[in-house]
């Protein structure tokens, strides 16, 4: 797919129908998350873990559920979740920590979308499993890291158009 058709059809996909994304599409992905930038080239301060054990997704979705009170499985019933943690430099991530993680998540997205699957960005409930120290530990994250953001994959029955570009969607100014 050439980039234009792929960022164009790239959407936050909220609707899965739960088949294993096959080895081979993964490994695709993950090949994407490693051509991505890293401020300052840190790469050894980033981590991907790869979840696709059914229990854990649930206990991830129930964490949000138990202190947000909303319902609806904020993972979307995805067979994969992707998280991307970094070893902070400081005390808390800062800004190029955080921005590193987001560009590996939206390589994952963009691939995703090339391959045909359907995947979303998802910080809310990643923040609310860091508030949760035995959910916390079962991410298995090497000493230093916390996770900082993630993203759901997997085959979509929801289609994925080209969508027209909106050229005010976000304002801009020239100076020349
Ligand atoms: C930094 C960031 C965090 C996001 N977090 C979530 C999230 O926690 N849950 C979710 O369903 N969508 C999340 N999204 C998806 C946005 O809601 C979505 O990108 C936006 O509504 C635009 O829609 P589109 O991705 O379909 O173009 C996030 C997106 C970004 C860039």
Same mark, same amino acid.
């Given at each position: ?24 599409d ?32 649930? !206990? $991830? ?10 319902? +609806?499985?904020? =993972?979307?019933?995805?067979? /994969?979740? *992707? ?29 995703a979308?090339a391959l045909g699957l ?6 809310? !409930? $990643? ?10 530990? +079962?991410?298995? =994250?090497?000493?230093?890291? /916390?996770? *900082? ?28």
């Amino acid at each position: 797919m050439e980039i234009f058709e792929v960022l164009k059809r790239r959407r936050s996909t909220r609707q899965y129908t739960g088949k294993a994304v096959s080895q081979e599409d993964l490994e695709l992905i993950l090949d994407a998350a490693m051509l991505s930038p890293v401020a300052r080239a840190r790469f050894e301060d980033m981590h991907l873990t790869v979840i696709s054990d059914k229990t854990l997704l649930q !206990a $991830i979705s129930e964490n949000v559920r138990q202190k947000t009170g909303r319902d +609806r499985d904020p =993972l979307f019933g995805a067979p /994969v979740l *992707v998280l991307v943690s970094v070893k902070p430099a400081g005390e808390v991530p800062q800004n190029n920590e955080y921005s590193s993680a987001a560009m590996i998540a939206h390589n994952m997205t963009l691939a995703a979308t090339a391959l045909g699957l359907g995947s979303c960005d998802i910080w809310g !409930a $990643i923040g609310l499993a860091n508030q949760n120290p035995e959910l916390k530990a +079962r991410f298995g =994250l090497p000493e230093g890291f /916390v996770a *900082v953001c993630s993203v759901t994959i997997g085959e979509t029955d929801e289609a994925m158009p080209v969508r027209d570009v909106d050229k005010q969607k976000i304002a801009k100014h020239y100076i020349a």
